[in-house]
């Protein structure tokens, strides 16, 4: 298994296609800093900091195609923030990975996507509870 990255992913928070409010799971989508590295396709946990604000956020985050819909070849960076809801479009933000949860994979129903999504964010919680979130600037 690939390790984690030890230095953040450095982005600017854009529009997506949308689909995650429309199911329950906002994602700010972000478009990575040039010459910033991306972890590999997979599901994991980790805190997005807002070094703008100082704001720090628990955060579960999708790295893929994501294969359940089939509409793009294109790998996302998708952050489902936990325990914010504020607007993000245009910011620059950080996400400090803590654990890969699983792999990203193709679901039969968006029913059996939103529970492993829902799993996704209980195990995330749990293991954000026991790290410690990362200072910012």
Do not use: Q
């Amino acid at each position: 298994m690939p390790e984690l990255p030890s230095a953040p992913l450095v982005g600017t928070v854009v529009h997506g296609a949308g689909r995650g409010t429309g199911l329950g799971f906002p994602t700010a989508n972000l478009s990575p800093a040039p010459g910033t590295a991306v972890p590999p396709p997979a599901i994991y946990s980790g805190w997005l900091t807002r070094p703008a604000t100082g704001g720090v956020h628990r955060a579960t985050v999708s790295i893929g195609t994501n294969p359940t819909f089939g509409d793009s070849a294109e790998v996302h960076v998708e952050v489902h923030c936990h325990d914010t809801s504020d607007d993000l479009y245009g910011e620059r933000v950080e996400l400090w990975f803590v654990a890969r949860l699983r792999d990203t994979e193709k679901f039969a129903t968006v029913d059996e996507l939103l529970a492993a999504a829902r799993e996704d964010v209980r195990r995330s919680d749990a293991l954000l509870a026991a790290a410690p979130a990362p200072a910012t600037p």
